[in-house]
């Protein structure tokens, strides 16, 4: 769009669609062939092809991204509270024993020589995402020693990726691919 004086020639390369007089003022509404802006159809179809060609081959990479984040937090998660509930007993804290049960899609720190029987005000507890699957286990750390009561191995899988956590008797931690 412009607005030229009346007075003045128009060019003669201007195509013209719409043209307003005003006393001597024209207000011309058009497309000028050498103001021409903007894209062609071709332009735009192949730009929508390469962002849906890059967006169907970054797809797979993306899920198996998340399926390995949701299994490397929850074996961080698990390891981090295995070896919290050990220092805590080591510890004294709170004057007792501390351990970690796994039951579905929850991770729970607690105080007590059993799990059914402890001290729930202490309970820290964690949510696993519900993708990933863990066996139930509980661990309980002797006071002052910090061995465990029983050595499990925990097993971590969401499809075909598995990571293997393991507690010793002398109650080293170990994790595994």
Known sequence: MKIVNSSR??????????VFRIRNWKLEIGNSLQSRAGFTLIELLLTV????????????????????????NTADQ??????????YSMMGKQNGPWGVDYRPSTITLFQGVAFNSRNQVLDEKYTVNSAVTVNNFTVIFNKVT???SSTP???IIQGTINKTISVTSQGVINRTN
């Open 9 to 18: 020639q128009l060019s003669s390369k201007s195509n013209l669609l719409l």
């Open 153 to 155: 191995t925990i097993s």
């Open 49 to 72: 092809s390469i962002i849906i060609t890059v967006s169907l081959v970054a797809t797979p990479f993306y899920a198996r991204f998340f399926n390995q984040n949701a299994i490397d």
């Open 146 to 148: 910090g061995l465990p």
């Open 78 to 87: 698990i390891v981090h509270s295995l070896r919290k509930a050990q220092l």
